[in-house]
Structures are given as structure tokens and as C-alpha cells.
């Protein structure tokens, strides 16, 4: 499986943002979803996951309840979507497909190129 994330960009603090990722393959209905983020000088953090049929979904605390993740497994597309933007989001935003219960960049088996994010204050 191949991701190409797109759809990152400058906005204000406040502001929204929406993020896609393209899988090639005829298997990405069977993989968990993730996004994660890396900040200058930080670890990559996850951010959010999604199960294969799009029926549960987990998110990191500092974005629960600003950011939703979702799918649509007849376009091979994975979102996020990125509402009340803080500075502190900034930062290059990954797609990957790993297990689900495991939200460590060390367990994802295969990673999109990032797309930058960056919040103005």
C-alpha cells in the first residue's frame, strides 16, 4: 500500500483545516488508519486512528474533541479534520495503516510522504 497525504497549509489560529490521504491498492478497507504528527525537534505523535469499516475511532487528549477522523473506503481515501487550530498543532501531519490498539509510530506498517500544517497566532 502507497499514502499521499495532501491538503496541509497556513491558517490562523481558530481556523480549519482538512487533510487527505490516497491509498493505492486494492486493500485499504482491510487496514486501520492513522494519522500522526511530527513537530520540529519532537517525536512523532499519533494523532488519531480509525478501524477498518469506519466504526470506532480514537483520538489523541490533545485533540479530542477538535479533530475527527473518517473514511471512505470506496475512494481508498482516509480524512482529518482539523478544527479550533492551535499553534501548538503545528507540525508535518502523516497517514499510515497499522493495528488498531497501537498508536506507536514504531508498530505502523506502511507511512504516506507528510504534509506541513502550520498554525499562525
Known amino acids: 500500500v502507497q499514502l499521499q497525504a495532501s491538503g496541509g497549509g497556513l491558517v490562523q489560529a481558530g481556523g480549519s483545516l482538512s487533510l487527505s490521504c490516497v491509498a493505492s491498492?486494492?486493500?485499504?478497507?482491510?487496514?486501520?488508519m492513522d494519522w500522526f504528527r511530527q513537530a520540529p525537534g519532537k517525536e512523532r505523535e499519533f494523532v488519531a486512528a480509525?478501524?477498518?469499516?469506519?466504526?470506532?475511532?480514537y483520538y489523541a487528549d490533545s485533540v479530542k474533541g477538535r479533530f475527527t477522523i473518517s473514511r471512505d473506503n470506496a475512494k481508498n481515501t482516509v480524512y482529518l479534520q482539523m478544527n479550533s487550530l492551535k499553534p501548538e498543532d503545528t507540525a508535518v501531519y502523516y497517514c499510515?495503516?497499522?493495528?488498531?490498539?497501537?498508536?506507536?509510530?514504531?508498530?505502523?506498517?506502511?507511512w504516506g510522504k507528510g504534509t506541513q500544517v502550520t498554525v499562525s497566532s
Open positions: 491498492g486494492r486493500s485499504f478497507s482491510h487496514y486501520v
Open positions: 499510515a495503516a497499522g493495528p488498531w490498539g497501537l498508536y506507536h509510530q514504531n508498530a505502523m506498517y506502511f
Open positions: 480509525i478501524r477498518p469499516n469506519g466504526d470506532m475511532s
